[in-house]
């Protein structure tokens, strides 16, 4: 991914990599491919002409055209300020509770049950714990069978009540099952539509609200660009959710919405989904995605 973002930066830091002398009409040259080069990744047009006059106002303060690399220079600043846009350190999901409640939310097809599988896979074998996974989709059959079928392989226990038409209350007996039977963890699955709709946005508000989560993690597929930053900012009005994850990172994306959400909502992203399969889960790292970016 981002592939064509790093290959613009590429080129116009091109003009400065190498070069032993610069003035500072490479150096506007440069931003404006820098900031050509975000908007084309889908990065929204404020955050491409702040990140630009930012990185152009530390240039100046670095006295850029005067120091022996200036090239290196200016792909460092670009490399921090980028790093500095999505997110600053990376942060990790609180595991304070007793259990630990952790709400999934997001569109449908948004990845959200492959996630609470993956998230499921991840704590038990890197972090120790017991989770117990949650069916609170209560339209779709179809996703409740989805989430027993990744539980079983992952070897995690899936709690779901066919015939309960409330999440409130499923949820609510999920974590009293869990007390009972020493499960440290909660992953609950909510349900998702295919756009934002009141209804929905009620349901899960309900819902966290009743079991007040530790972590309420918002989950979006990084291929939908502009529109991720939307839903994004649309849930994070209701939930005041704590952490993203960004999923299929593994496919033909441009990346913009790694750069956009953390400016818009201002809350982290936490993981990176990279596949189809149970270990296809990644911490996120501003700075490795930077890395990844920049070449
Ligand atoms: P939900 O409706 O939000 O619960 O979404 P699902 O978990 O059912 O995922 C929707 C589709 O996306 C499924 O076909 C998943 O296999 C696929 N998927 C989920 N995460 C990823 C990922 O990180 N990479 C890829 N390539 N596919 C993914």
């Known amino acids: 991914m981002f592939d064509n973002l790093s290959d613009k930066l590429d080129k116009a830091l091109h003009i400065l990599k190498g070069h032993g002398k610069i003035t500072e009409v490479n150096v506007a040259d440069t931003l404006k491919e820098v900031r050509r080069a975000l908007l084309d990744a889908d990065v929204n047009f404020k955050i491409a002409k702040d990140f630009t006059t930012r990185v152009k106002e530390k240039a100046i ?5 005067t120091t ?5 220079l200016m792909v460092k600043i670009v490399k921090d300020e980028l790093t500095e846009l999505m997110g600053g350190d990376a942060a990790g999901v609180n595991l304070s509770g007793n259990p630990s409640v952790i709400l999934m939310s997001g569109l449908q097809g948004s990845g959200k049950t492959t996630f609470s599988g993956k998230l499921a896979n991840f704590l ?3 972090k120790n714990k017991k989770p117990l996974l949650v069916a609170c989709d209560i339209y779709r059959p179809a996703a409740i069978n989805q989430l027993h079928v990744v539980g079983e392989q992952i070897g995690v226990e899936v709690y779901s009540e066919p015939e309960n038409k409330n999440p409130v209350s499923i949820s609510q007996n999920a974590i009293a099952y869990a007390k009972q039977n020493g499960f440290n963890v909660v ?5 998702g539509r295919l756009a934002i709709d009141e209804q929905m946005m009620n349901e899960i508000a309900n819902v966290h609200a009743a079991i007040q989560p530790q972590e309420t993690l918002f989950v979006v597929d990084s291929m939908t660009g502009q529109d991720a930053v939307n839903t994004a900012k649309a849930f994070n009005d209701r939930l005041n959710f704590d952490g993203v994850v960004l999923t299929k990172l593994d496919g033909d994306t ?3 919405a790694a750069i956009s959400i953390k400016s818009i909502v201002n809350k982290p992203i936490k993981f990176i989904g990279t596949g189809e399969k149970m270990d296809a889960i990644d911490v996120f790292y501003p700075d490795r995605m930077a890395d990844r970016i920049l070449g």
């Open 61 to 65: 303060g670095q006295d850029v055209l």
């Open 124 to 126: 038990k074998t890197k």
């Open 68 to 72: 022996l690399q200036p090239g290196q």
């Open 254 to 256: 441009r990346g913009g």
């Open 187 to 191: 992953i609950v699955d909510t349900a």
